[in-house]
């Protein structure tokens, strides 16, 4: 069994050098993922197409899906593979394989020929058609919408009869573009905004930003893992995992309410941009859609573009959610993100969204920028090949209640505002007021025989401060989600 794979249209259109280079590269990527699987595969470079020739059919189904989801493809040709003398010996093979499935069926036969012979293509796919309508005599040619078409293709003395035809994935070899950083978050945007930039041949090493503890983070590793591992897996890249939770902490502690999702998008941003250049790597991926959410108008995303100089690419930024989410579907992302739940959003009630760049700098002055740097410093950083089974640090199990104990007490941690505009009253349950900013320092004074349910309006910070006190030895804390 042999499979001709047809290099995308868009690198032939590139100088001989840079051709030469990008097919060079899609041969080593194509035999790196074979090789990897089976040892019965070879991968030859012929220029201007790869052959891909199975020792065995055992392995078909295996390498023909890895072809299809390989960078730089623009169709797979599943082929019988022969030598021929002359028209007629062609001919022959032709019926030998065809005669099974032409009785009292119209047919057409084309021909692509590339070398030198006595026959020009329209003679021969003239030569074949009589030919087989002498030896099938329920068959007759039919040049428009015929029953079936056979399709063949002529490489000096080599005859390939097409038996399918298999779209690939298109876009460029993987390699053959600067390495990229996808701010990764799990969602259906940032998952498909990596998928696009591997399909265009960049390197696409993950970031995730970890706002909620081990859960989000192991449905992150898993989406990472599955689009290398299903398009990229001829590359080496890394996975990133900052501890973001002293970052958000900071900010729900010292920024103006409607200032704090594009603070927090800056903050993204800026620890992005240092470990892309401690790195090396040229570019920051975001999934972000125009107007899609308060912080991705075009005021606010200006703004949260002037904290650095790296460059950020947006693929998706006049997409359409449904047809991200369609786009997710098709390349099987959607069934891990659409169980992601998005964090980024909730810290801000009513957030701005034109953002004025000198009140997010004095907003911003109030951040101890001291804390990015270390989060950024404490980076964890993972092969992609190991980021599902190597251990990593897990946060605490939070229990959440919905419903209060009558000998437990909720420590409503929300700010003095919040607080005032929504109190929190109960019958039978004791509620005191502790804002999150003083909760660690205050928690040890408190009766540890008794049971704390703490309570936000999100249930955001609730599990950021039950972390932090579990990670300081308190295990009588809980989260209240009424």
Request: glycine share 4%; charged share 25%.
């Amino acid at each position: 069994m042999k499979f001709i794979v047809k290099i995308h249209p868009e690198i032939f259109v590139k100088s001989s050098s840079v051709r030469k280079r990008f097919v060079k590269i899609l041969t080593c990527n194509i035999r790196i993922i074979v090789q990897r699987q089976t040892e019965y595969v070879k991968v030859f470079n012929c220029r201007d197409h790869i052959e891909v020739t199975l020792k065995s059919n055992f392995d078909f189904e295996e390498v023909l899906n890895i072809l299809k989801n390989t960078p730089g493809i623009h169709h797979i040709l599943q082929v019988q593979q022969s030598y021929f003398t002359d028209m007629h010996d062609i001919s022959t093979q032709v019926l030998k394989l065809h005669r099974s499935n032409m009785e009292n069926k119209t047919f057409s036969v084309r021909v692509k020929r590339h070398g030198k012979h006595e026959f020009t293509s329209v003679e021969l796919e003239r030569y074949i058609g009589c030919f087989l309508n002498e030896s099938i005599q329920s068959a007759s040619v039919r040049l428009v919408k015929p029953d079936l078409t056979i399709s063949i293709e002529i490489f000096n003395n080599k005859l390939n009869q097409i038996i399918t035809r298999i779209r690939g994935l298109g876009g460029f070899p993987l390699g053959t573009q600067e390495d990229v950083l996808s701010l990764i978050s799990g969602g259906f945007d940032s998952a498909v905004s990596s998928y696009l930039h591997i399909k265009r041949g960049s390197k696409t090493h993950y970031c995730f930003f970890n706002l909620d503890g081990s859960i989000h983070e192991i449905m992150v590793r898993k989406i990472s893992y599955f689009l290398w591992k299903k398009y990229g897996s001829s590359a080496k890249v890394n996975f990133f995992s900052v501890n973001f939770v002293p970052v958000v902490t900071e900010i729900l502690k010292k920024i103006d309410n409607s200032y704090m999702s594009v603070i927090l998008k800056r903050m993204f941003i800026r620890a992005g941009a240092i470990l892309a250049e401690r790195y090396g790597i040229q570019a920051l991926i975001t999934g972000e859609s125009l107007g899609q959410v308060s912080s991705q108008t075009l005021t606010n995303l200006r703004c949260i573009d002037s904290v650095t100089d790296t460059l950020i690419l947006r693929p998706l930024i006049n997409w359409d959610k449904e047809d991200i989410i369609k786009l997710a579907r098709d390349i099987g992302t959607e069934v891990f993100s659409k169980s992601v739940p998005e964090f980024c959003g909730v810290i801000s009630k009513k957030p701005t969204v034109k953002a004025i760049k000198k009140k997010v700098e004095i907003e911003e002055s109030k951040f101890d920028f001291s804390i990015l740097e270390q989060v950024t410093l404490d980076v964890q950083v993972t092969n992609i090949r190991n980021i599902i089974s190597k251990n990593f640090q897990v946060f605490p199990k939070i229990n959440q209640v919905k419903v209060a104990e009558i000998d437990s007490i909720i420590l409503d941690i929300r700010s003095p505002d919040d607080k005032s505009k929504n109190p929190l009253v109960m019958d039978n349950v004791e509620v005191r007021h502790m804002p999150f900013f003083r909760l660690i320092n205050q928690f040890k004074n408190l009766d540890q025989d008794k049971v704390y349910l703490l309570y936000c309006e999100h249930g955001i910070m609730s599990l950021y401060q039950a972390i932090n006190l579990q990670n300081c030895g308190f295990n009588n804390v809980k989260i209240y989600r009424p």
